[in-house]
């Protein structure tokens, strides 16, 4: 057995002796492994190296820079560059690793260029892809930083009247294809869903959107599968996730999402945590969301802190407030949620939804960034 000790500030270990003393303590910092720097990941490492428990927490990330997700469909259309230096939204303390992880084995995280990373607990944020189905591969997305950013360079240089298609009746879709259209007026903008769109909201609310959409002469086609693509189309349907739990052998659910208890600890081993869209809690799966991954992410973070300090984690407690979507930059819906994320009647729209949608934009990027003050 071994046990922690806090010892001016670190933690260390140290054995105990036959006679249940402990003898000599050997000094040992913690070392925490964030894979992933999203919403999740960066909640994570900011909020376990500002309690100041001696960790050393190393952030592995594949960009550079931190990326707004939620504002990608803004970068593609130009209203938003959605992007910040990674110096201004982590901790001071968390050691950036530019790098992808390949795989986890044992205490160990291997990266692309043959790096071995070690841990004592390792918070898994590895996040979401789009899941292109066949026929798609040449299409753009905007969950990507670098295929946002491409699908720009191609929308400046349309000539007018070009067609662009975007598939997917989801929020992703509505705004991608709003924001375009209203950056861009002199496209051919058209909404393509084989369900229809928006359909887990309430039907006037269904038609607020759709007006809005028409307002910016938003083409839109309801019970249509694309199969190919054709010209500038825009890949905005369900998403993935990695595939690095499951070929890690740690255990994942249908989807790939690695499975964890209540506490957002992975069933599969006690010293990983799992955070954000890419992990999903056993009895209680959450829709993928930047509102579920902050808060999921600081209750990783929690669950490290407790196991480090010897106590026992506490249960997750998620609570859903509302959905909201963007219409370009003067209109939009906020979408009024249980706590369980089941809608209601009640929303807000026009003006007055476009401003609660920015506000909770800008209001992220600073709740991201209230972590990296030490304390």
């Not at 309690?51 to 550079?64: E, F, Q």
């Not at 469909?73 to 990674?86: I, K, M, P, R």
């Not at 309801?222 to 499951?246: H, M, Y």
């Not at 930047?290 to 990783?300: D, I, K, P, R």
Request: aromatic content about 6%; glycine content about 10%; some cysteine.
């Amino acid at each position: 057995m071994v046990s922690w000790f806090t010892v001016d500030g670190c933690h260390t270990r140290a054995r105990p002796a036959a006679d249940g003393s402990y003898g000599e303590i050997m000094s040992q910092t913690v070392r925490v492994v964030v894979i992933g720097g999203g919403y999740a990941g960066v909640a994570a490492a900011n909020r376990i190296a500002s309690a100041d428990v001696g960790a050393d927490v190393v952030l592995v990330n594949r960009l550079g820079t931190f990326v707004e997700r939620i504002r990608l469909h803004q970068l593609a259309a130009g209203t938003s560059a959605a992007a910040v230096d990674f110096a201004e939204v982590l901790h001071p303390a968390v050691t950036l690793r530019v790098g992808q992880a390949t795989a986890i084995i044992g205490d160990v995280v291997v990266l692309t260029d043959g790096e071995e990373l070690s841990y004592d607990y390792l918070v898994y944020a590895a996040g979401s892809v789009a899941a292109k189905p066949e026929g798609m591969g040449a299409a753009y997305t905007v969950d990507d930083y670098m295929s946002a950013l491409e699908l720009a360079e191609v929308l400046k240089n349309l000539a007018e009247g070009a067609r662009v298609t975007v598939v997917g009746g989801g929020y992703t879709g509505i705004e991608t294809a709003a924001e375009i259209a209203e950056s861009y007026p002199a496209l051919a903008v058209r909404l393509v869903s084989a369900s229809p769109v928006a359909h887990s909201i309430p039907q006037s609310n269904r038609r607020k959107l759709l007006r809005g959409l028409r307002k910016l002469n938003v083409a839109v086609e309801q019970g249509v599968t694309v199969s190919e693509v054709s010209g500038c189309t825009v890949w905005a349907g369900p998403f993935a996730v990695p595939t690095l739990a499951r070929d890690s052998g740690l255990l994942v659910d249908g989807r790939g999402r690695l499975l964890t208890d209540s506490t957002l600890t992975s069933v599969s081993a006690p010293s990983i945590v799992g955070v954000g869209d890419g992990a999903t809690q056993i009895d209680s799966p959450v829709r993928m969301s930047c509102q579920a991954a902050q808060t999921l992410g600081v209750h990783g973070a929690a669950t490290v802190l407790a196991r480090i300090a010897g106590e026992e984690p506490a249960p997750m407690s998620l609570r859903f407030v509302a959905q909201c979507v963007s219409l370009g930059r003067r209109d939009g819906l906020f979408q009024v949620t249980n706590r369980a994320d089941c809608v209601t009647r009640i929303a807000i729209g026009g003006r007055a939804g476009a401003w609660i949608k920015e506000w909770i934009c800008a209001s992220t990027l600073k709740w991201v960034r209230a972590g990296t003050v030490r304390r």
